[in-house]
């Protein structure tokens, strides 16, 4: 009884843990991809470089290999689209931090570009907060008349939770594999049909 009451007290730690991206880059700076695994973070970078390093990819040996038929494409899409607003809603965006200084030398320029991306945000941060979960959000654009550099910095973090991701791949799956298995049973009664 113990030992099933870990396990299942394991496997819910595990379903509650978060995975994902967050993505900085400082102001003149270079860009950094980390990859959020519970307490774990991991260089992005640095792993596909690694990967890159290890030699070209081994080839292939020749054999059977499953292709989706273009009549196939739409049925999936249908089976598959309502479980992309369930995996819009299950990411969570943990900080969304991004600052833009607007500097070019032409004022007029500056300040028309200043009012379009102001109006631009003004229309997309009402639908992006309905559709996801955000947590954090600063989001400043400034004009600075004297610099003539536009200069910006970011700092993004996404994640969703290992069951949820679980859940939606897992129903995702069987829905594409349904759609095909449905496809394989009507070609084969067809063939059959004509067969005969």
Known sequence: MLVLGVTAAAL?????????????RPAGG??????????????????????????????KKPGKEKRISPREIPEILKAVRPLLGAAVRAVRIDRLYFALTLGSGDPCDDALLYG????????????LREVMRVKKEDVRLTLDFQSKERVWSTDVSVTISVGRALGIGGTALYSVWKVLRKQKADGSAVASTTGG
């Open 12 to 24: 819910l730690l595990i379903g509650f843990t978060r995975v994902g991206v967050r993505v900085t």
């Open 30 to 59: 270079s860009a950094r991809a980390m990859l959020r695994l519970g307490p774990l973070r991991l260089n992005l970078f640095k792993l596909l470089k690694r990967e890159e390093k290890t030699g070209p990819p081994k080839e």
């Open 116 to 127: 379009r991306l102001h109006t631009a945000w003004g229309a997309l941060r009402p639908a």
